[in-house]
Nanobody, 123 residues
């Protein structure tokens, strides 16, 4: 089992930044990737970014590439998602997950999920 706990969400103005964190515990070595998805009200869950547990490889959705950065803090077994230049369309609940997906964007490929942390971008 892998336990994932997210933190760092909140209200931010357009153009602002936030740092989301995903603290992992348990059998983290049993999976290869940590990812972030988001789900806005009335919309489907959307892939945002992913990183290998080694921290070597990162992957981003086109909609966030150049604005969001995913990184692993090896000392704390935590994955951070830095959200920069936020826009109202980024408003969603952001959820951390872990697994071995064949397709990064397929949420069914991730076995473990956190509870999510809400991000609201509004002036």
């Amino acid at each position: 089992q892998v336990q994932l706990i997210e933190s760092g969400g909140g209200l931010v103005q357009p153009g602002g930044s936030l740092r989301l964190s995903c603290a992992a515990s348990g059998r983290t070595f049993s999976t290869s990737l940590v990812g972030w998805f988001r789900q806005a009200p009335g919309k489907e869950r959307e892939f945002v970014a992913a990183i290998t547990w080694s921290g070597i490889s990162t992957f981003y959705a086109d909609s966030v590439k150049g604005r969001f950065v995913i990184a692993r803090d090896n000392t704390e077994n935590t994955v951070h998602l830095h959200l920069n230049n936020l826009a109202p369309d980024d408003t969603a609940v952001y959820v951390c997950c872990s697994g071995d997906p064949e397709i990064l964007q397929d949420s069914n490929g991730y076995a473990y999920w956190g509870q999510g942390t809400p991000v609201t971008v509004a002036s």
